[in-house]
């Protein structure tokens, strides 16, 4: 059963920090890649940073770079995602999702599994 669980968003004030977290179903992280995406009304979703399982690599879009961190807790199949210095811009649904594989770990389409999502809201 593949399954993934986001938790942590909220509202916060523009320079605030949230952490949030994706507890995944033991198949869903035998993922090759596991990344967070976000989504506004109106827009497309667009990944935000991803992770590579087994090997740790990380790559994130330029639009968070130097601010987000995608962490990995093997102990507990959990992805964490610390974001910082917020800012109005980064508000959206915050998605995480599982690959099986992919060529572009940003790009939605590459995805095969998906959570819920979690409001992320920065004013």
């Known amino acids: 059963h593949v399954q993934l669980v986001e938790s942590g968003g909220g509202s916060v004030q523009a320079g605030g920090y949230l952490n949030l977290s994706c507890a995944a179903s033991a198949e869903a992280y035998s993922s090759r890649y596991i990344g967070w995406f976000r989504q506004t009304p109106g827009k497309e979703r667009e990944g935000v940073a991803a992770i590579f399982i087994r090997g740790g690599r990380t790559i994130y879009s330029d639009a968070v770079k130097e601010r987000f961190t995608i962490s990995q807790d093997n102990a507990k199949n959990t992805v964490h995602l610390q974001m910082n210095t917020l800012t109005p811009d980064d508000t959206g649904m915050y998605y995480c999702?599982?690959?099986?594989?992919?060529?572009?770990?940003?790009?939605?389409?590459?995805?095969?599994?998906w959570g819920q999502g979690t409001q992320v809201t920065v004013s």
């Open positions: 999702a599982a690959a099986i594989r992919t060529v572009f770990p940003l790009k939605p389409d590459d995805y095969n599994y």
